[in-house]
């Protein structure tokens, strides 16, 4: 239990704690949480992005101390949103996390057009189809805190289950396309299994409940473009406090992606997260950047 001296701080997944009392965890056995330790990283996300809305300022943190952000995505069932996996990069670089793009249900479709649409990214990816081999996956967690992000029914507990089998997390069936009922409903933090020959920390992996959108009005509108490093370095010829808006007219990244030195695509889902943040669109009917209805 939380010791009443830690006030309105809450303690998160992966946290680290002062214990006291009984710590062996026999049954009935009762120790107090009596600290928390600084956070070496804080995954946070909005239900909204507009600040300015309460909804907005809502804050949740969705993990502390994670090390790599695992952005599950399917390839199908429900399909794929780059728009979705931009708003996980923005938040990953503002948190300083390194992320992973697991793109799940390889057996069903392509990675073709999602890969095509990051190729001036240096984003790491994975192929994960039901009988895939998880080496990569693995030696990729080894040693570190790993987060799983992602719509409901992309496969994030389906993966937990293959890393760690006696998680036992329930795994559901995707109800509608991109509507998969929340199976998971809380964030929870696995060890995994230590590899027979090796003497180095295994890791952890956290498995998240699906969310809809990841809302970032906790991030500056000049922090965003951290999750755009492909678009980062054409705004050197922007004139001064340029807002890098449609309709500012010497804004650089429109010549910088005439010239072919980026993808358009990229740049109109960094002016529409731009827009929702000052609140002129609504993120979760924004459309995707490969025509599919949400
Ligand atoms: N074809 C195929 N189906 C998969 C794969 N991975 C997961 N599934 C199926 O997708 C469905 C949803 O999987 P879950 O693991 O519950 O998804 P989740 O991301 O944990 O969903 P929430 O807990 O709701 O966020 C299940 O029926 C899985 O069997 C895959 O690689 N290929
Ligand atoms: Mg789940």
Request: hydrophobic fraction near 40%; aromatic fraction near 4%; proline fraction near 7%.
């Amino acid at each position: 239990m939380r010791a009443r001296e830690l006030g309105r701080k809450s303690v998160v997944v992966g946290d680290r704690v002062g214990l006291v009392g009984d710590t062996s965890g026999s049954s009935g056995a009762l120790a107090r949480i009596v600290r928390i330790e600084a956070r070496r990283s804080v995954l946070r996300r909005t239900a909204e992005d507009d600040a300015s809305t309460a909804e907005g300022r809502l804050e949740r943190v969705v993990v502390a101390n994670a090390d790599q952000l695992v952005i599950v995505s399917a390839l199908a069932d429900p399909p794929p949103r780059t728009g979705f996996i931009d708003r996980c990069l923005v938040a990953a670089y503002d948190a300083d996390i390194e992320p992973l793009l697991c793109l799940t249900k390889a057996d069903l479709a392509g990675p073709e057009k999602v890969l095509d649409y990051y190729t001036e990214l240096e984003l790491p990816y994975l192929l994960i189809r039901p009988d895939s081999p998880l080496d990569a996956l693995r030696s990729l967690l080894t040693g570190r805190v790993s987060v799983l992000v992602g719509h409901s029914g992309v496969g994030k507990s389906t993966l937990v289950n293959r890393l760690v089998p006696e998680a036992e997390r329930a795994v559901g069936t995707v109800s509608a396309i991109g509507r998969g009922r929340h199976t998971s409903t809380s964030a929870v933090a696995l060890r995994l299994p230590a590899p027979p020959d090796a003497q180095q920390d295994p890791g952890w992996i956290v498995d998240t409940p699906g969310v809809r959108s990841f809302g970032l009005a906790h991030v500056s509108a000049e922090s965003l473009l951290h999750g755009f490093p492909d678009l980062v370095e054409a705004t050197a010829a922007c004139p001064a406090n340029c807002p890098h808006t449609a309709d500012e007219a010497d804004c650089a990244l429109d010549a910088w992606v005439a010239a072919g030195r980026a993808d358009p695509r990229r740049l109109a889902s960094y002016r529409r997260l731009l827009a929702s943040r000052a609140g002129e669109t609504d993120s979760r009917t924004e459309p995707d950047p490969h025509g599919r209805p949400e």
